[in-house]
């Protein structure tokens, strides 16, 4: 396991570009000037007696914005946190109940702007200790791991497309057992996964 953190340690020190929702469909054209809000969202790294895996959440059917995606812990930065890595953490702790005490930070990858108009900061990060997995009712319905080797992968990555708001759009989906992930969730994974691989 050392080895493996310090793989990652090491390759999320070195420079990359930003991603976005937008970046499989070169005919989009963003407005320039826009405004976006800063957000932060943890990939939570756990032992497994089978290796690492990586925690995610499968949000609520009953939600307003993405209902039943699969996506990492986190959310919009608040007034209150230091910056997005704080608040990727205050959001992991109050979205599954991961105290930040136990969690050693390894690096970010740069920012991913999002449809909903965020720029989102992954936030690698080992769990070093054994917690209680609490889903926040109403927002998060399960809580599931995946095997990091999985996600890590780049050939196990899909491009996908279906039509969304008129126009067919093209996205990376790397699915695993009975979980689709997709959209914003796969495109900072394939990242993370391509810098791995760099």
């Known amino acids: 396991m050392p080895d493996a ?28 000037g826009r405004v976006l809000r800063p957000a932060g969202v ?25 209902p039943g995606q699969i996506a990492f812990p986190g959310g919009k930065q608040d007034d209150g ?23 050693d930070v390894l690096g970010t990858l740069p920012a991913h702007e999002t449809v909903t108009g965020f720029t989102v900061t992954p936030v690698i990060a080992r769990v070093r200790d054994a917690f209680e997995i609490r889903p926040e009712p109403g927002e998060v319905e399960e809580v599931f791991s995946v095997p990091l080797e999985h996600v890590l992968d780049p050939a196990n990555f899909l491009i ?22 997709w959209g914003a969730t796969a495109r900072m994974l394939r990242a993370w996964a391509d810098r791995m691989t760099q």
């Open 81 to 103: 946190d230091a910056d997005v890595v704080a608040a990727a953490l205050r959001e992991a702790e109050e979205e599954i109940g991961l105290p930040r005490s136990i969690v």
């Open 160 to 181: 996908e497309s279906r039509r969304w708001r008129g126009t067919r759009r093209h996205y990376f989906a790397v699915p695993y057992g009975p979980y689709y992930i």
């Open 5 to 32: 953190l310090e793989q990652i340690r090491s390759a999320l020190s070195q420079n990359g570009t930003q991603t976005s929702d937008f970046d499989l469909n070169s005919d989009v054209v963003l407005p320039a």
């Open 42 to 66: 943890l990939a939570p790294i756990v032992e497994r007696s089978d290796g690492l895996h990586l925690l995610l959440t499968k949000r609520s059917s009953a939600l307003k914005h993405h």
